[in-house]
């Protein structure tokens, strides 16, 4: 959410402050139609659409957005984007506010819907952490303070308004060895990789996309040493089976804390493993998943195949995962990642015929906002008939 994190990069610089009584307010000014009335000692910047109203102490940070998303949902985003902690919240979809602790310190944000816009005011302490970290210095934000702050923003008119897409932002990543490329979400927090067809990009707190991925289900007679980062499981030819019930144990194996997996819909059920015809099969859907406790959700594409001249069967699977809650635009720019994924030629034409029949299905609900799957349909279509 670039229109809102710049809330949080436009710190104005430090200058000593009166008490937050003690001066008469003035309108102060900024481009763009902006006005707002604060006490003497405060000024205005603009960043962007971003409006910073400090006196050096404490800072306002207001900003317009044009944007169908709900308040509470942008709230969350914001905040995650922060990389803050929530510690209380209320609210809806017109309005909502919440605390946050961003590296220990207190913040508040506050959004509600005003005239078809979105208004977004971040409340917080102005100084460098080690200026708010020495002994004199006062506790950050008070009561006082914020009180101070929230009259403030609610002078606040006009101003600059920015218009946000129904995505994160995106720029391209081409894999190391240039076998695999595609847009991927731009923003902190993300990191990228791939080789050989494979692309993958995640977020911690956000989600993840992982394309193009291989992996053996080893058979539990089969001699000789086991493998300890593939799972061991008898072969299923039901890929939606392997998803459920062999899957969450590869996963555990690559160190991530994957307790169950279900299919919430199943969009299609294909005959036949990408790159063994006529052996095992594939499937489409929306998924469910524990990790760690938590809720998350998401969309998978999975093969299974056999080979017995490696006493195995052969797993294949590209999905999305993000946690329950999250901003519908974090599905879409994962999503657009999909989409714009270019594998190696040769997993390219494999994928063509494995997927082509998914052009005709029916985007819906199963846990995952269906405006959303009914947003991206169209492009999603567009990508598989390639």
């Known amino acids: 959410m670039a229109a809102l994190v710049a809330l949080g990069l436009a710190a104005p610089a430090t200058r000593a402050a009166a008490p937050p009584q003690a001066r008469a307010a003035k309108t102060l000014r900024g481009s763009g139609g902006f006005s707002v009335r604060a006490p003497s000692g405060f000024r205005v910047t603009r960043s962007g659409g971003v409006y910073v109203v400090s006196n050096g102490r404490v800072a306002l940070s207001h900003a317009r957005v044009r944007s169908a998303a709900s308040a509470a949902d942008s709230g969350r985003e914001l905040a995650h984007a922060l990389g803050a902690r929530i510690t209380s919240r209320r609210g809806s979809a017109a309005r909502w506010r919440g605390k946050l602790s961003v590296a220990g310190r207190l913040q508040v944000i506050a959004l509600h819907r005003s005239g078809g816009y979105l208004v977004v005011d971040r409340f917080r302490d102005a100084r460098s952490a080690r200026a708010a970290a020495r002994p004199q210095a006062h506790a950050a934000l008070t009561g006082a303070q914020l009180a101070q702050l929230e009259r403030i923003a609610g002078t606040a008119r006009g101003g600059a308004a920015q218009t946000l897409s129904d995505s994160l932002p995106l720029k391209t990543f081409v894999a190391p060895d240039g076998r695999s490329r595609g847009l991927v979400p731009d923003g902190p927090g993300w990191q990228y990789s791939g080789g050989g067809g494979q692309l993958i990009a995640g977020n911690p707190r956000l989600g993840v996309v992982s394309l193009g991925l291989p992996f053996f289900i080893q058979y539990p007679d089969a001699i000789g040493g086991k493998y300890p980062q593939y799972p061991i499981a008898n072969y299923t030819p039901d890929a939606a089976v392997a998803v459920e019930q062999v899957f969450p144990d590869y996963f555990r194996r690559q160190g991530s804390d994957v307790r169950s997996i279900r299919f919430v819909r199943v969009l299609a059920r294909l005959p036949g493993a990408l790159g063994f015809a006529g052996s095992g099969s594939s499937v489409y859907g929306v998924i469910a998943l524990n990790i760690g406790g938590k809720p998350f959700q998401g969309l998978i594409y999975a093969s299974v195949g056999r080979d017995d001249s490696i006493f195995a069967s052969y797993a294949y699977a590209s999905y999305l995962i993000v946690p329950a809650g999250v901003s519908p635009r974090v599905f879409v720019a994962l999503l657009k990642t999909w989409q714009s994924w270019d594998p190696s030629a040769d997993q390219r034409v494999r994928l063509s ?34």
């Open 353 to 386: 015929q494995t997927l082509n029949t998914l052009a005709s299905i029916d985007y819906g609900g199963g846990g995952i906002d269906p405006k959303v799957f009914d947003e991206a349909a169209a492009k999603w279509d567009d990508y598989i008939r390639r």
